[in-house]
């Protein structure tokens, strides 16, 4: 039995972004232990089972020319949508050719604090809301808007909005849907954004049966979900961008807001605590945060377009322009789980999760609360 397996990882950025885009090869497998039809559920197949391999490192920037080989290891395995049953999409980690985690390898970084902090202690959940912005590779505009100058309406029409005057890319946004579904990446759903050609989908916690929302899995599907988005785009002519303030003027930007929660903070009778606890340690770290959350924040986050001022903390209640959002559900019942606003479209969820344990899990505190 053969099966092609699509080998995804993280680039070094570019020489004028520090943002890590994604790259991906092919590679045709065969063996005894090749999944069933049943795909990675099939407890006979490990992602052990898919060999390490090498690639030229010196063209993604993350190694020179005259010692170019670096080495893609498997971490996590879906199934490919897009090329049927049998074969499959695998998310690798850069590793250097001794064994050891390259640089840009930020996924083992937020295992190291994983180790560092204990999960069972502290069961952390995440969920991602990521925002894009679709333009016709033809036009270089955002998807619907004219040739030339504005739409005829300003923002705010188009959200969750229904008519093709009202949106536009609906149909690449059902197909990237069904197949984030048929990947079995844990996405829960999809609107349209405030902007024309501006969407949104959600990786994370769905609350069925056998999912985790640890924060490896649900970086890790947000990951293969962004591939999938620019490879559909592909088909269609139409390049997904994650930047975070697309249109410059009166336009919202794009970000990933950021859900969180700790087991204290999900308890019924720690809840309110645990959750005041974790704001005040964000706030205090708020710095550190805003470097590690994404490129052209200070674009977006202008207190303005429901943000909060870059040089600004603040938190509340049903506030969408906060820095961290209590919703209003959870203010109420006084226990569940918070948003971030702060981090941009073009975040590396690892890097995001990785700051918030560290600030929340890792810092000093009071244990029985974070």
């Known amino acids: 039995m053969l099966a092609l397996a699509e080998y995804i990882w993280m680039d070094g950025g570019s020489e004028d972004s520090t943002v890590q885009k994604l790259r991906s090869k092919t590679r045709v497998i065969s063996g005894p232990r090749i999944p069933s039809a049943r795909g990675p559920s099939d407890k006979s197949f490990r992602i052990e089972d898919f060999p390490i391999w090498n690639f030229d490192g010196s063209s993604t920037l993350q190694s020179g020319g005259g010692n170019s080989d670096l080495t893609l290891k498997p971490v996590r395995f879906v199934n490919d949508p897009l090329r ?32 560092e902090m204990g999960t069972e202690k502290h069961d952390p959940w995440f969920g991602f809301e990521q925002e894009y912005t679709l333009y016709s590779t033809e036009t270089g505009r955002p998807l619907g808007w004219p040739s030339k100058g504005l739409p005829a309406r300003v923002q705010g029409p188009y959200y969750c909005g229904v008519g093709a005057d009202e949106v536009s890319g609906r149909e690449l946004v059902e197909d990237h849907l069904r197949a984030c579904l048929n990947a079995g990446i ?185």
């Not at 049927?84 to 970084?109: F, K, Q």
């Not at 948003?339 to 344990?357: F, H, K, S």
């Open 84 to 115: 049927g049953e049998g074969n499959y999409l695998v998310m690798c980690e850069v590793m250097n050719n001794d064994g050891t985690p390259h640089i840009s390898n930020t996924r083992a970084r937020l295992n190291a604090v994983l180790t």
């Open 186 to 370: 844990m996405i829960y759903g999809i609107n349209a954004e405030v902007m024309l050609g501006q969407w949104e989908y959600q990786i994370g916690h769905r609350g069925f049966e056998g999912e985790t929302a640890d924060p490896l899995t649900v970086a890790d599907h947000l990951w293969l979900s962004r591939y999938l988005l620019y490879r559909i785009g592909e088909s269609y002519g139409i390049a997904a961008t994650l930047s975070c303030k697309p249109e410059k003027g009166d336009w919202n930007g794009a970000g990933a807001h950021t859900n969180f929660s700790t087991a204290n903070m999900r308890d019924k009778e720690t809840g309110a605590d645990a959750i005041e606890l974790a704001i005040d340690k964000l706030s205090r770290k708020h710095k550190a945060h805003i470097k590690a959350y994404g490129e052209g924040l200070d674009q977006r986050l202008t207190g303005k377009h429901e943000t909060c001022g870059i040089d600004e903390f603040k938190s509340g209640a049903a506030d969408r322009g906060a820095s961290i959002r209590i919703p209003a559900h959870v203010a109420a019942q006084g226990y569940g789980y918070i948003e971030d606003r702060r981090p941009g479209a073009n975040c590396d969820p690892y890097m995001v999760c990785e700051r918030i344990l560290r600030t929340v899990c890792v810092s000093k505190g009071t244990p029985a609360l974070v």
